[in-house]
């Protein structure tokens, strides 16, 4: 079958790559190559189930990987307010909350699927599902064999997003194909994950939930901090903030968890001094009642090494409780690598930034290929900025092509 450009991915970029061709050229006819049973996927597990679609606050400082400086031009291009008014011009309708995040009004990522699907049908692109791909190659043209057939396109997009989550259509493929066609790619790594900690008190932690900040720690250094609430897992640190750490996390790193970022640790220290008074007569378990949660403030003395748990708050020495309150300001925990690819939203690596144009999305190896999505090496922080980029990178490749 011959076409004018076949998309080979039906995700988020793939899909408004094809919607926003058809938009400029009617008459150019495109085939979008999905490998599952369905297109978007992916699409419907985000921001549970309620796709978290952009952010108020979109900029590239948000981003990290190769293509992180040339994102400027993508996002300056279709900022919050032209992807908005795109998505209205599609007929979906959203609105954000009160942090920046914008969804569809109606909470539902099924309905921002159907709106993407519905304009691929009134525009007459053709969808082809369960499309494994066997090869690609370029000839005078490019030539997609799959199980089921060979397409033949002047134009190839390659959409085919990156390794996170699998059972979501995660794959590598699309950076296999980048390479054969000279690219370099830098591997897939998880991230926007949990990430894997040692700490001797983390069992003790297991399950526990607490608000507060968390700075990533290189060489003592801090290199990125962020506020939420953390997840206290048996082997790993999680939430929002901990994902947003994700992105640069490396074997070596530690991450420091300040648990009262409001309250300095002078401040603190003063308020332990109070409490060695009023709960002179009870035992040093009971030392951070009203500031912590039990077991977290048992994890907080024995980080600060007091020993004995049967004696007094009284019993308390000024270092003691210099101590504590340095414990819950900055409790360590050693980073030993990210969760794996079934637990990541995201990933880091894909196709070296500097080989994309970043004012077409066309391959600077290759005329005529273009790349969009996580295909290329950028990864957002949560929060709607992955979606972002994979839209407004999937519009401007199709309006270049
Ligand atoms: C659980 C979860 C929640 C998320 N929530 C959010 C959120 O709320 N906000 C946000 O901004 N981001 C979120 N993300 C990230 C976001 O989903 C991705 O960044 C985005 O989908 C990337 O778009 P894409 O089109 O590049 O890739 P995808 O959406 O992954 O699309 C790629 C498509 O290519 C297909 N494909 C792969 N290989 C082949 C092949 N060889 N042949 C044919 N087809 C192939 C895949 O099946 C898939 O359908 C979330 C991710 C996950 C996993």
Do not use: W
Not at 57 to 71: E, I, L, R
Not at 260 to 267: F, M, N
Not at 289 to 311: N, P, W, Y
Not at 364 to 379: S, T
Request: net charge positive; aromatic share 6%.
């Amino acid at each position: 079958m011959k076409f004018d450009t076949v998309i080979i991915g039906g995700g988020a970029a793939g899909l408004l790559c094809a919607i926003a061709a058809k938009r400029k050229h009617p008459t150019m006819k495109i085939a979008v190559l999905e490998k599952n049973d369905r297109v978007g996927k992916k699409l419907l597990s985000t921001g549970n189930g309620r796709c978290n679609l952009t952010n108020t606050a979109v900029s590239a400082d948000k981003y990290a990987g190769s293509f992180q400086k040339q994102s400027a031009r993508v996002l300056e291009r279709v900022n919050t307010e032209k992807l908005l008014q795109y998505f209205e011009n599609l007929g979906l309708l959203t609105s954000a909350d009160s942090e920046g995040r914008v969804y569809p009004l109606c909470r539902q990522a099924a309905v921002v699927l159907d709106v993407l699907r519905f304009n691929c049908e009134v525009a007459g692109v053709e969808i082809y599902c369960k499309e494994s791909i066997k090869s690609v190659k370029a000839q005078k043209n490019f030539v997609i064999v799959t199980a089921n057939g060979e397409f033949v396109c002047d134009k190839l997009v390659i959409a085919t997003g990156s390794k996170a989550s699998p059972k979501l259509g995660g794959s590598a493929a699309g950076a296999d194909m980048l390479r054969n066609f000279g690219h370099r790619v830098l591997p897939f790594a998880p991230a926007l994950c949990p990430v894997k900690v040692q700490s001797n008190i983390l069992k003790s932690l297991k399950g526990l939930r607490a608000g507060g900040a968390v700075s990533l720690l290189r060489n003592g250094n801090a290199i990125k901090r962020e506020r939420g609430e953390v997840q206290f897992n048996e082997d790993s640190l999680s939430g929002i903030c901990v994902f947003n750490l994700s992105l640069q996390t490396k074997r070596g790193d530690e991450i420091a968890v300040d648990l009262l970022p409001d309250i300095s640790e002078k401040e603190l220290y003063n308020i332990l001094i109070k409490n060695k008074e009023l709960f002179s007569q009870l035992t040093i378990d009971n030392l951070l009642t009203g500031i912590l949660q039990k077991r977290m403030a048992q994890a907080v003395l024995k980080t600060a090494e007091i020993k004995d748990f049967s004696r007094l708050c009284r019993d308390l020495s000024d270092e003691e409780l210099c101590a504590v309150a340095h414990s819950a300001k900055d409790m360590r925990f050693a980073v030993t690598e990210n969760d794996g690819f079934d637990r990541a939203q995201a990933c880091m690596g894909g196709v070296l930034g500097t080989e994309i144009d970043e004012t077409t999305m066309q391959s600077r190896v290759r005329k005529n290929l273009y790349v969009c999505g996580e295909a290329v090496d950028l990864c957002g922080e949560c929060g709607g900025f992955n979606l972002h980029f994979a839209f407004a990178s999937g519009i401007i490749a199709g309006e270049s092509l």
